[in-house]
């Protein structure tokens, strides 16, 4: 008998209407495709790649019965995904229709230093109603990421964030590790209060800094901006008080994550990994957020290949990897243990949904072509009355 007649054997379940034909007409393979970036499609000006992004407040539907207010690229959370080849010469046009400031951050990509987008530093924040044009060759090859620079502890836990993936036809992974499918996971984490207090601050603060503006009375000290540190300096010399003294942060003011989404949406409502037996698939993961991520994977050891983008020289197996904030990581997992299986954070704070347990950055590798008998009940589900298991439970 081999494995798969012995674990059969061991089911002894009667073919009756199972778990993966419920679910599969819950959350369809074309439905789950809407769970992840939508890539942004590029005109040609010449031989450049020319992307538009915007950025726009926008209401963001983690999981049935709870919005909240975000900062989203193209109306999306995340941001839309940029795809191009290594070495396409790249320019994004970047239109700021909010009353805040930002920029964009090419995280992980080898720009001009004058296109890295940390305000105050290479570039002049994009003020409300401003464009800004980024332009560099898309370097170097794998997964990468955008982000806002300009309040990033706000920005970027609002939804400022989105995959950058640079391709290669001669895609050294790709060689290693034949695979016809792939998936891009973001992670974030959001303390939905921070943010609500954050944004509403920020917006009455930029509404006092226009009016003063445009009234010429545009005063250094009120909106903590210095041309030198030693201006800076002479300033709290003759008792100017710099922001992070005067009217906030106390340590209790920092963000605790309530609710941790993945590509901006929380169990039950996270995108599922399909996957066939005896396929393999890439899933590049990237660390949006403020949390480190202990993602752990039930019934297989799938293959880490790059790190940071950067294809690893000997990829090794694991089943629990740890994605720190700013991180990318891509693994392979192969289809070789059907079933139905969870990936999420182990972690286990961050399997929650504003404090309840079982919700998250929770999402299932779901083998496509399963037999329904195989998923099947046991029988105490049976003496239960169900028939088949239920897709969505979330009391404790
Ligand atoms: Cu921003």
Partial sequence: MNRRDFLKAGAAVPALSLL????????????????????LQ????????????????????????????????????????IRVQQGDKV???????????????????????????????????????????????????????YHCHWGTLLHMQSGMYGSFIVENADDPIKKQFPYEREYTLLYSAHDTN?????????????????????KGRFDKERFAVFDTKDEFAEAVKNGYQPPYVVNRRAP??????????????????????YIKEGESIR?????????????????????????????????????????????????IIEGKNRGIWTFHDHDTRRVTNNGLYPGGNLLALV??????????????AKKMGLNSLPIVALDE
């Fill in 42 to 81: 590029p005109k040609m000006d010449g031989d450049v790649k020319v992307f538009e992004l915007f950025i726009d407040i926008h209401q963001q539907e983690i999981v049935p019965a709870f919005k909240f207010h975000t900062l989203a690229f193209n109306n999306q959370v995340p941001g839309p995904e």
């Fill in 20 to 39: 993966p034909e419920a679910l599969l007409a819950e959350t369809t393979i074309q439905e789950n495709k809407n769970k992840f970036p939508n890539a």
């Fill in 252 to 273: 209790s003011d920092l963000p605790q994550p309530n609710w941790f989404t993945v590509n901006g949406k929380s169990y039950p409502f996270t995108p599922n990994l």
């Fill in 194 to 214: 921070f943010i609500r207090n954050e944004l509403n601050g920020m917006l009455e603060r930029m509404k006092e800094r226009m009016y003063l503006t445009k």
């Fill in 367 to 380: 083998y496509e072509d399963m037999p329904a008998e195989e998923a099947g009940l046991g029988m105490m």
């Fill in 283 to 331: 899933v590049r993961l990237i660390n949006g957020g403020t949390e480190e991520h202990y993602l752990h994977l039930h019934g297989h050891d799938f293959w880490l290949v790059a790190d940071d983008g950067v294809p690893v020289p000997q990829p090794w197996q694991q089943n629990t990897l740890r994605l720190s904030p700013g991180k990318t990581l891509d693994i």
């Fill in 91 to 145: 320019r994004v046009i970047f239109k700021n229709k909010t009353e805040l400031n930002h920029t964009i951050h090419w995280h992980g990509l080898y720009v001009p230093w004058r296109m890295d987008g940390v305000p105050y530093v290479t570039q002049m924040p994009v003020m409300p109603g401003q464009e800004f044009v980024y332009e560099f060759v898309a370097e170097p090859y794998g997964t990468h990421f």
